[in-house]
């Protein structure tokens, strides 16, 4: 089984940028997937985008596509979520998730993966 740890949350101004990293340790060969989402106050977690881990294609949300960019060097076992232009909405916990065994069609879902960070909180001040 994997762990999954997020860094690299912080306050910046609209406008701004941010990167996030999601470090996975422990069993990675068993490893298909990332996902990262997010959690703002009295809101449901929502899925902001997925990485699959050999090929490292990407899906994003509607709201995440031009600004948000997921990411994994083959050599490393951590995965970037790089934000730009972000906006004081974007302001959230953010999470990332293992998903192990298989791809899975609704990978969208938070349910399907297998391990999860505790999150690290991005605000973004207009």
């Known amino acids: 089984q994997v762990q999954v740890a997020e860094s690299g949350g912080g306050w910046v101004q609209a406008g701004g940028s941010l990167r996030l990293s999601c470090e996975v340790s422990g069993r990675t060969s068993s490893m298909y997937g990332v996902g990262w989402f997010r959690q703002a106050p009295g809101k449901e977690r929502e899925w902001v985008g997925s990485?699959?881990?050999?090929?490292?294609?990407?899906y994003y949300a509607d709201f995440a596509k031009g600004r948000f960019t997921i990411s994994r060097d083959s050599a490393e076992t951590t995965v970037h979520l790089q934000m730009d232009s972000l906006k004081p909405e974007d302001t959230a916990v953010y999470y990332c998730?293992?998903?192990?065994?298989?791809?899975?069609?609704?990978?969208?879902?938070?349910?399907?993966?297998?391990?999860r960070g505790q999150g690290t909180q991005v605000t973004v001040s207009s």
């Open positions: 998730a293992a998903l192990e065994g298989q791809w899975r069609w609704n990978y969208k879902d938070s349910a399907v993966y297998n391990a």
């Open positions: 990485i699959r881990w050999r090929s490292s294609l990407t």
